[in-house]
């Protein structure tokens, strides 16, 4: 299931891009944006993210405000819960952008053998 929104930003540069993928290079907040993906649109509140992440407390909240830093995470107040969700539109901006330049050294006689798949 594609989820798709309007992105919040335009399509990011190469050091936007780089600080992006900078803020997952955690295997923590990359897990804590894998958790917030598993719970869809509706997002997650902080306290059960930081539950199904392994990850709570000061850690946690630094970890989200790196995300939400890079764009890939918003948080809203909803009374007195906090919910996390994926800014999916920057998601998808981050993953054209590093798709966009794919196979552009490849000859056009070349076009016919290239394969995206590594499946046999």
Not at 6 to 14: D, M
Not at 78 to 86: A, D, F
Not at 98 to 113: N, R
């Amino acid at each position: 299931m594609k989820v798709s929104e309007a992105s919040p930003r335009p399509a990011p540069n190469r050091v936007d891009a780089a600080a992006a993928f900078a803020a997952l290079g955690a295997p923590q907040r990359l897990g804590v944006l894998e958790m917030l993906v598993r719970a869809g649109p509706e997002g997650l509140p902080i306290g059960v993210l930081g539950e199904r992440a392994g990850v709570t407390g000061s850690t946690l909240t630094h970890h989200v405000k790196t995300l939400i830093q890079a764009g890939v995470v918003t948080q809203t107040r909803e009374g007195r819960i906090m919910r996390c969700r994926v800014a999916y539109g920057r998601v998808e901006a981050l993953s054209d952008y590093l798709l966009a330049q794919c196979c552009a050294d490849i000859s056009t006689d070349q076009e016919h053998d290239r394969d995206h798949d590594t499946a046999s």
